[in-house]
């Protein structure tokens, strides 16, 4: 079993950056894929990143490309989403998820790829 935990959400303007991180305990990362997927308030949940924990491989949703960075810290077992120049429209809430199988550019988006979520963490971003 892995357990997930999300920090770092909060309220910002639009421009600012934010750092989401994603905990993991239980057991270490060391042959997961990795993913950070975001639900808007009355839409549904959509993919926004990816990484292969062991090739480092990453894997972006369109429209954060550019702005967004996935990483992953393994002594600390721990994933990151770097979050700059953000909008109005990446207000959602962020959820951090773990694939026990090797994530692909096909595959990354797909949310039963993931065997164990996160409980989200919730960004903000006022205009």
């Known amino acids: 079993q892995v357990q997930l935990v999300e920090s770092g959400g909060g309220l910002v303007q639009a421009g600012d950056s934010l750092r989401l991180s994603c905990a993991a305990s239980?057991?270490?990362?060391?042959?997961?894929?990795m993913g950070w997927f975001r639900q808007a308030p009355g839409k549904e949940r959509e993919f926004v990143a990816a990484?292969?924990?062991?090739?480092?491989?990453?894997y972006y949703e369109d429209s954060v490309k550019g702005r967004f960075t996935i990483s992953r810290d393994n002594a600390k077992n721990t994933v990151y989403l770097q979050m700059n120049s953000l909008k109005p429209e990446d207000t959602a809430v962020y959820y951090c998820?773990?694939?026990?199988?090797?994530?692909?550019?096909?595959?990354?988006?797909?949310?039963?790829?993931?065997?164990?979520w996160g409980q989200g963490t919730k960004v903000t971003v006022s205009s």
């Open positions: 998820a773990a694939s026990v199988r090797a994530l692909s550019s096909t595959w990354a988006p797909s949310e039963g790829m993931y065997s164990y």
């Open positions: 239980g057991r270490t990362l060391s042959s997961y894929g």
């Open positions: 990484i292969n924990w062991i090739s480092g491989n990453t």
